[in-house]
């Protein structure tokens, strides 16, 4: 919580990427398929995502939110974030004044466009989940060739 608010008071330009946001881009089971037909890459992040769902019970959490798909194994919150720093365009962002608080050790955003006290951050409000499972799975099968080099990963 302290570091969290030291970085929003030290930082001038900075994107907030909110929850619900994130929630609408899912790493599901339907994806499996893709990731472990792309290589060595896709496969590891296939066994990865089973072991995090079995883990995290993801299957009794999408059942009791009806938001979320059947199938779902993980959110992409930091995949997002970073779709969000190389400025990927499947974002709806706006700015707005935010002041924080601190309740119970947990920082929280107030919304407070008119108090002169505010910094204006620029907020995700949206995310087009299916583009950016499409975006994300498309960076993976690009990650490695056929012949084991590089390739520039495209969001």
Request: net charge negative.
């Amino acid at each position: 919580t302290t570091a969290a608010l030291r970085v929003f008071e030290a930082v001038h330009d900075a994107v907030l990427v909110t929850v619900p946001a994130a929630l609408r881009a899912h790493l599901r089971r339907s994806h499996l398929a893709r990731l472990e037909a792309s290589g060595p890459i896709g496969r590891l992040l296939a066994r990865q995502a089973r072991a995090h769902a079995a883990d995290h019970r993801m299957s009794e959490l999408a059942r009791g939110h009806a938001g979320l798909p059947d199938d779902l194994l993980n959110v992409h919150y930091d995949p997002v974030a970073c779709a969000v720093a190389l400025e990927w365009p499947g974002v709806t962002l706006t700015t707005i004044g935010l002041v924080p608080t601190v309740e119970d050790e947990e920082l929280r955003f107030a919304r407070a466009d008119d108090d002169p006290g505010a910094k204006p951050l620029r907020v995700v409000l949206d995310v087009d989940g299916s583009a950016f499972s499409d975006a994300w799975l498309t960076a993976i099968e690009r990650a490695e060739s056929s012949d084991g080099s590089a390739t520039e990963p495209v969001l």
